[in-house]
Nanobody, 126 residues
Framework: QAQLVESGGGLVQAGGSLRLSCAAS????????VGWFRQAPGKEREFVAG????????YYADSVKGRFIVSRDNAKNRVYLQMNSLKPGDTAVYYC???????????????????WGQGTQVTVSS
């Protein structure tokens, strides 16, 4: 079973940037699409971004399109989420997820994912 570990969260002022990283314990992780999700207090977990196994297809929630960039380095078994122009509404715990069995497309449904990291807190102050 793949283990995922997120890092890079923190406290940032509105308008600032953060780069999240997701490290996987297994090489097979690089053969599949990966999703980023977030969950704010009292809210459901929501899809943020996704990337195909080769990194040539990316998907974004409308709320982050144009501000966030998802990428991956399969040689390092890592997926990244570059977050720019952060807003207080982006405050949440961010998770990377895998294990849908998909390679070329990313599911926006968190129930399809088998593997989750522990999450990393992102707090954006106004």
């Amino acid at each position: 079973q793949a283990q995922l570990v997120e890092s890079g969260g923190g406290l940032v002022q509105a308008g600032g940037s953060l780069r999240l990283s997701c490290a996987a314990s297994e090489r097979t992780f690089s053969a599949y699409a990966v999703g980023w999700f977030r969950q704010a207090p009292g809210k459901e977990r929501e899809f943020v971004a996704g990337i195909s196994w080769a990194g040539d297809s990316t998907y974004y929630a409308d709320s982050v399109k144009g501000r966030f960039i998802v990428s991956r380095d399969n040689a390092k078994n890592r997926v990244y989420l570059q977050m720019n122009s952060l807003k207080p509404g982006d405050t949440a715990v961010y998770y990377c997820a895998g294990g849908t069995g998909r390679a070329y497309t990313t599911s926006r449904d968190p129930d399809e994912y088998r593997y989750w990291g522990q999450g990393t807190q992102v707090t954006v102050s106004s």
